[in-house]
């Protein structure tokens, strides 16, 4: 399963911070999942952020995503989105 999660910031939130806490999130917590393959972040230049993940299956996306916005990293990272902002969207592989 291919997830793509694309967001703004919070006005006023701080890149060097999100670009901190985002590098957390991703050595302490999602390389910890069990079924994660692979996650990357990127910006485009109107400035929304994009998180694509690959899972190797649903469940394993849904607990991991249950784990993590429970935890006090989630929260962090939460904090500084803008929830109007984001969009989720996920993929069956092809292949």
Do not use: H, K
């Not at 996306?61 to 784990?67: G, K, N, S, V």
């Amino acid at each position: 399963m291919i997830e793509i999660l694309t967001f703004a910031l919070c006005a006023g939130a701080d890149d060097e911070r999100f670009v901190t806490v985002d590098a957390r999130v991703q050595t302490e917590f999602a390389y910890q999942q069990p079924g994660l393959a692979r996650r990357t972040t990127g910006r485009n230049t109107d400035g929304r952020c994009l998180v694509l993940q690959v899972w190797s299956s649903d469940e394993a996306e849904t607990a991991a995503r249950t784990a993590f916005e429970a935890s006090e990293l989630g929260v962090d990272f939460a904090s500084l989105i803008d929830p109007d902002s984001i969009r989720r969207e996920c993929f069956a592989g092809l292949d």
